[in-house]
């Protein structure tokens, strides 16, 4: 698999983005890592870690494309995008690989009428960054309004990239406290549901140092903390939960009553 590093950057910090490193921007769909190997004898596709994902034997057009897969879950873009592949790089089509990002476009969107049905093929759209003000504009309409991960950020030559994903917070009550020996690997939060302290997410700890600090800390359960994480599920867990202090440490909220985390 040869899913791309990603340079990540903080939600809405447009300043931190050098125009002179990026060319293209599209915005972020939010499935899984995958690659569409396709030839005469039929097609499939592996998932990051070279798991088959699905697979056929109708003739496809000789190519290798990278895109996501999007999952039947509650953060696909929509019931119409489950099972779809959306590419948005290829790597080579017949006997020609694109020499860059525009020329990877045009060859995906080629390639689209000619891709079997069953592949539920589709083309993420890029379009070229003319100025801060484009990429402002797809996060405030596609982003928060529209509630799309996020924006996915590639230089000319297709090497380089970056993403910029939407995070929520949610303040959660200590419920309790995962251990390694003397130290404190994550914190257990619960909210508060008809009167009662229910734990729904298992935020980790990273920093060493403070895991050592909180082990020796003493009771921590009824203290409230804020995380942060990319979306909110039903039960009130954050996906991809993290700390949201400076540089992943603990932030207290000494603020608030813990009665009021719901």
Same mark, same amino acid.
């Given at each position: 698999m040869t899913r791309p590093r990603y340079k990540d950057l903080e939600p809405g910090d447009f300043g931190s983005l050098r125009l002179t490193d990026y060319s293209w921007v599209s915005l972020k769909y939010d499935g899984l890592y995958a690659e569409l190997v396709g030839g005469e004898h039929g097609w499939s596709i592996h998932g990051r870690n070279g798991r088959l994902i699905r697979f056929g034997e109708e003739p496809c057009p000789e190519c290798y494309l990278r895109g996501e897969m999007i999952i039947d879950t509650e953060w696909a873009q929509g019931s119409h995008l489950y099972g779809s592949f959306v590419a948005w790089d290829c790597i080579y089509s017949g006997e020609e690989m694109p020499a860059d990002v525009q020329r990877s476009n045009e060859f995906l969107e080629r390639l689209a009428s000619s891709i079997p049905l069953a592949v539920q093929f589709r083309v993420a759209e890029s379009q070229a960054i003319i100025s801060?003000?484009?990429? =402002? =504009?797809?996060?405030? #309409?596609?982003?928060?309004?529209?509630?799309? =991960?996020? #924006?996915?950020? *590639?230089?000319?030559?297709?090497? *380089?990239?970056?993403?910029?994903?939407?995070?929520? $917070?949610?303040?959660?009550?200590? $419920?309790?406290?995962?251990?390694? !020996?003397? &130290?404190?690997?994550? #914190?257990?939060?619960? #909210?508060? *549901?008809?009167?009662?302290?229910?734990?729904? &997410?298992?935020?980790?700890?990273?920093?060493?140092? =403070?895991?050592?600090?909180? !082990?020796?800390?003493g009771e921590l359960c009824g203290r409230v903390f804020e995380a942060k994480g990319h979306g909110r599920h039903r039960s009130g867990a954050l996906r991809h939960p993290r700390q949201a202090g400076p540089d992943g440490s603990v932030r207290w909220r000494r603020d608030k009553p813990a009665r009021e985390c719901s």
């Amino acid at each position: 698999m040869t899913r791309p590093r990603y340079k990540d950057l903080e939600p809405g910090d447009f300043g931190s983005l050098r125009l002179t490193d990026y060319s293209w921007v599209s915005l972020k769909y939010d499935g899984l890592y995958a690659e569409l190997v396709g030839g005469e004898h039929g097609w499939s596709i592996h998932g990051r870690n070279g798991r088959l994902i699905r697979f056929g034997e109708e003739p496809c057009p000789e190519c290798y494309l990278r895109g996501e897969m999007i999952i039947d879950t509650e953060w696909a873009q929509g019931s119409h995008l489950y099972g779809s592949f959306v590419a948005w790089d290829c790597i080579y089509s017949g006997e020609e690989m694109p020499a860059d990002v525009q020329r990877s476009n045009e060859f995906l969107e080629r390639l689209a009428s000619s891709i079997p049905l069953a592949v539920q093929f589709r083309v993420a759209e890029s379009q070229a960054i003319i100025s801060v003000a484009t990429i =402002e =504009e797809m996060w405030r #309409l596609g982003v928060l309004k529209s509630g799309w =991960e996020g #924006l996915v950020f *590639r230089s000319d030559d297709g090497q *380089r990239f970056a993403r910029m994903k939407r995070t929520t $917070t949610v303040d959660y009550v200590v $419920t309790g406290v995962r251990r390694r !020996g003397p &130290c404190v690997t994550a #914190l257990y939060g619960g #909210l508060y *549901r008809a009167g009662r302290l229910e734990t729904v &997410c298992t935020v980790p700890v990273k920093a060493a140092t =403070e895991q050592h600090a909180l !082990g020796r800390a003493g009771e921590l359960c009824g203290r409230v903390f804020e995380a942060k994480g990319h979306g909110r599920h039903r039960s009130g867990a954050l996906r991809h939960p993290r700390q949201a202090g400076p540089d992943g440490s603990v932030r207290w909220r000494r603020d608030k009553p813990a009665r009021e985390c719901s």
